[in-house]
């Protein structure tokens, strides 16, 4: 036996401000939020579709995000770029192990996951899985919540840039792989924010 949800009483929360509104039994164009007037929708259209797009986008920028350099350290004329890992590389050659580490797993393995865990997501509803809904629920909100973290990258380069400005002496400057970076974390997040995972229970309670 199915357990009564918002849906099945014909009843759509919104997304703002989680004013609940009664669907009406006929499509007459777009339903607007009572209380603070934005745009409320049982469902998003081709959700899966978009996700999925947004998703295959991010594991192909993933790869130059990787492969092309961050940041150029100029010392006293001497250039000196540094991928990802080749920085982590050299965080654990001076002994900073704990920042090595916070680095890899913010910038190289956390929008790994988050990806492979929206991939997996999405499989799971579109093969119809009806079992372990909490479990797939719980990992859609560790997404979430660890997400902001694969930002870290860009921020240090950033403050990197602001901070060390000695004329001759050092410069440091953003590369490629820093906007290929940055549109991997964008993409991802994006991604995230267009799954909805009340369809992984819409699919456990189909008959």
């Keep these: 036996m199915s ?8 009843l759509v929360a919104c997304e703002t401000c989680g004013q609940l509104s009664r669907l009406p039994e006929k499509a007459h164009g777009a339903l607007y939020c009572p209380t603070c007037g934005g745009r409320v929708e049982s469902r998003m259209e081709r959700m899966v579709s978009r996700t999925w797009a947004l998703v ?25 770029s540094d991928t990802i890992m080749s920085g982590v590389i050299e965080l654990f050659q001076s002994g900073m192990w704990a920042i090595g580490l916070l680095v890899l797993c ?3 393995a956390v929008p790994l996951m988050k990806l492979v865990s929206l991939a997996y997501l999405l499989f799971s509803v579109q093969r ?4 372990r809904t909490r479990d797939r629920t719980r990992l859609y909100r560790i997404v979430e919540l660890i997400g902001r973290w694969s930002m870290l990258d860009v921020f240090l380069v950033s ?22 970076f940055a549109s991997v974390v964008i993409v991802t997040m994006f991604a995230a924010n267009t799954f909805d995972p009340r369809i992984i229970w819409d699919r456990a309670e189909s008959p």
């Design 128 to 131: 119809g899985h009806r079992t």
């Design 3 to 10: 357990r009564p949800t918002a849906r099945s009483h014909q």
């Design 56 to 80: 295959i986008a991010g594991f192909i920028l993933y790869i130059p995000a990787n492969l092309f350099p961050v940041m150029t350290i100029s010392i006293l004329g001497n250039p000196e």
């Design 159 to 180: 403050i990197l840039i602001a901070v060390v400005d000695l004329g001759q002496v050092a410069t440091i400057s953003p590369e490629i792989g820093a906007v290929f």
């Design 106 to 108: 913010a910038s190289v």
